[in-house]
């Protein structure tokens, strides 16, 4: 698997390709403010003690305090969360608002520990970095495996720790300790909002033929606002593989499989015009609308070449390597990047830590309305830059937000 950090340094060499930046600018964004790896010890439920590699980054804070996720998974190494990290600050940078960027990470399969035992290591993580948390320095949000009573739970500790019960510590709480209407879709809401922005400038159809790779908080949500909107999911995806259909996959029925079961294997029998295939079949179907919402690296150089879909939209994070996207640039397949494409989320975080701070609790419409603005608007702006400089709408992303990001840091 290829290094996501080498992947995401690789694009900020591009863009300093078609932008001048400054040599000093560049520089600081080559590595992150500070690296911090800790040790978590565990009291496991048979009295036994292990200890958990726990990890926080945080990249640049030119815009505001640290932002970004926390994410939970055995595979989860530096690189990937600095990579991650880096990529908070463009995200915030592209969708204006006033938040830097980090992430944080734990090595661990979460289906392994009992909730106890995920409760202990998730406050022996709060514990440890409580000194460089806090609703001014640093305020985690769930990721990949992270729930909102993980935040809960943090932002708990945090307050037994500092006596600071706000709640601003953490965002994507549940709604009764501080979250915010509208947070757990709003990722995929988000993506859908750009999508209506830039669906007339992409020539796309008012009905598109969508396919989502990942069917977990993100790609389900997805799959839900797209269906509802009268366009037709015709495949989805998730680890062991995925299901097509032609005629469009019923996705409120495959929401309700999948909360039953846990996955979407065995939704195929369903109906009789299922058909499972591969994650690599999958990707490379012929669709309007290609939505990547699982992992990293997905979109490589051996398969960007089999891509048939007339438009990518990258609601995961980094699903993309370098030389895919120079494929798929050679190739004309628009592709609407994650800094954009899945700023939804942070966007309704910075609202959460709004209204935590100043008590306050918004209507899920006030949430969408805000959001929505903020979304077209940034869309619009990511446009203007890659026309102006005549390159892709990725590279346009990260020119508006460096931009923004370099104005701070002078
Ligand atoms: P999740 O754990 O809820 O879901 C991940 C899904 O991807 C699962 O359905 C899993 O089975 C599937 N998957 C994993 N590997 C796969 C593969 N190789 N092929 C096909 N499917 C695969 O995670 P999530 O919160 O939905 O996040 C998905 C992506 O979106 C991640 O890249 C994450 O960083 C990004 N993201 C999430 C949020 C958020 O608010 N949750 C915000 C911004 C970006």
């Not at 440890?128 to 500790?157: C, F, Q």
């Not at 300790?177 to 709003?186: D, I």
Request: hydrophobic share 35%; charged share 25%; glycine share 10%.
């Amino acid at each position: 698997m290829q290094n996501p950090f080498q992947n995401a340094m690789a694009q900020l060499e591009k863009v300093a390709k078609v932008k001048d930046l400054g040599d000093e600018f560049l520089m600081r964004l080559r590595q992150p403010d500070r690296d911090i790896r800790v040790s978590i010890p565990v009291k496991m439920d048979d009295g036994s003690m292990k200890i958990f590699e726990g990890y926080r980054v945080q990249y640049n804070n030119a815009l505001g305090p640290y932002k970004g996720g926390l994410r939970y998974h055995e595979d989860t190494e530096i690189n990937e969360v600095k990579a991650l990290g880096f990529w908070m600050v463009l995200k915030c940078g592209v969708a204006g608002i006033q938040m830097g960027g980090g992430k944080g990470g734990i090595a661990v399969d979460p289906g392994k520990l009992s909730k106890g035992e995920l409760e202990g290591l998730t406050r022996g993580w709060t514990d440890r970095l409580s000194d460089v948390l806090g609703p001014y320095k640093d305020v985690p949000a769930p990721d990949v495996n992270t729930t909102p009573e993980i935040m809960g739970w943090i932002a708990d500790e945090y307050a037994k720790i500092t006596g600071d019960k706000t709640g601003a510590v953490t965002t994507g709480k549940p709604l009764g300790q501080g979250g915010s209407e509208g947070r757990n879709t709003a990722t995929a809401q988000g993506g859908f909002y750009v999508f209506e922005t830039l669906k007339q400038e992409l020539q796309l159809p008012k009905k598109c033929n969508v396919v989502i790779q990942g069917f977990g908080n993100v790609g389900s949500n997805a799959a839900l606002i797209w269906h509802k909107a009268g366009h037709t999911v015709i495949a989805v995806s998730e680890t062991q593989g995925g299901i097509y259909n032609s005629n469009g996959l019923d996705i409120e029925k495959l929401v309700e499989f999948k909360k039953k079961n846990g996955n979407i294997s065995g939704f195929s029998q369903k109906d009789s015009q299922n058909i499972e295939i591969t994650n690599q079949e999958l990707l490379a179907l012929e669709c309007d609308l290609l939505i990547p919402a699982a992992f990293e690296n997905q979109l490589t150089k051996d398969n960007a070449g089999e891509i048939k879909a007339k438009v990518i939209l990258e609601l995961a994070n980094g699903p993309t390597t370098p030389e895919a996207d120079e494929i798929l640039f050679q190739k004309n397949i628009p592709l609407v990047p994650d800094i954009l494409a899945n700023a939804g989320g942070v966007i309704v975080s910075s609202f959460e830590w709004e209204q935590n701070l100043k008590n306050e609790h918004w209507s899920e419409e006030e949430v969408f309305k805000k959001l929505k603005e903020k979304l077209e608007e940034s869309s619009k702006k990511m446009l203007e830059k890659s026309r102006e400089h005549k390159t892709s709408m990725r590279i346009g992303a990260f020119i508006l937000a460096l931009e923004r990001i370099k104005d701070k840091m002078s």
